[in-house]
């Protein structure tokens, strides 16, 4: 497969604070990745220095062959990677609809809006309601409806289920099922296993600031036991 993004050797600070020693990970085109560990070990800071928030870095990391580390932060969705952040970001004073218009297409390949609204119909039913109004589980879907428009091909997410109703976690992994029928490629942080192991190819196992391991979802099951100690779920 060939690798849409590879990590190397990618350290991270924040001021003095050392958080990320040496994370190796290459995500290929197509696959749906999922970053496993304990509270604290570095996968937020992963995906914001892969996104390029966090400027303290030093290592690799190529996009689709790219530089990413001289990309600057807001040319970062341009060169095709889209982050949705745990805490999502809608903006509450805006609609449904004013909120998904707001990111720029930056490529070709993006969805219409008719495309999202098939997707998630419940946005469209609520096309004019503002943000305010809506639920965690509208807000998760509306902040990843959004990014689907830019055209960009990497999707990644930080804990896209956490606080929601099985039904709504249900259906984003539905939803991001039929992404990755579409070929996007996906890369999120997860700690529902049931919900992982439904929609990732591959997880890797972070501790400590570094992946400590690298599998497919067919040895999920072998590994269950030993990942209930690690990550103490
Ligand atoms: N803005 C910040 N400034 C300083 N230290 C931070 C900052 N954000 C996170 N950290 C520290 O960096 C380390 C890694 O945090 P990070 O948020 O990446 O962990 P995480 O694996 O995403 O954890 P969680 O499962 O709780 O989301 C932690 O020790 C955390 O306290
Ligand atoms: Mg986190």
């Not at 952040?85 to 909120?99: M, Q, Y």
């Not at 997880?203 to 103490?232: C, I, N, S, T």
């Amino acid at each position: 497969m060939k690798p849409l993004l590879q990590v190397s050797n990618l350290n991270a600070w924040y001021g003095e604070s050392h958080v990320l020693h040496g994370v190796d990970m290459t995500v290929g085109e197509g696959e749906t990745i999922t970053i496993l560990g304990r509270n604290g070990v570095g996968k937020t800071t992963t995906l914001r220095t892969i996104m390029g928030i966090i400027r303290e870095r030093k290592g690799e990391i190529r996009f689709d062959g790219k530089d990413m580390l001289s990309v600057p932060l807001h040319r970062t969705a341009h060169v095709g990677l889209g982050f949705v952040p745990e805490e999502r970001g809608i903006f509450s004073t805006l609609t449904v609809e004013e909120n998904l218009m707001l990111p720029p297409v930056v490529a070709d390949g993006g969805m219409s809006i008719r495309e999202i609204y098939d997707l998630f119909p419940n946005l469209e039913e609520r096309r004019s309601s503002p943000g305010t109004k809506l639920s965690g589980g509208e807000q998760q879907m509306l902040a990843i409806a959004r990014i689907l428009r830019t055209g960009v091909r990497l999707l990644v997410l930080d804990e896209p289920t956490e606080g929601l109703a099985p039904v709504i976690v249900q259906r984003i992994g539905e939803v991001l099922k039929k992404l990755k029928e579409r070929g996007m490629t996906v890369l999120l942080v997860e700690q529902n296993f049931r919900f992982a192991s439904r929609i990732a190819d591959r997880f890797y196992l972070m501790d400590h600031g570094r992946m400590v391991a690298d599998f497919p979802v067919a040895e999920l099951p072998a590994r269950m036991d030993k990942l209930h100690k690690v990550l103490g779920v």
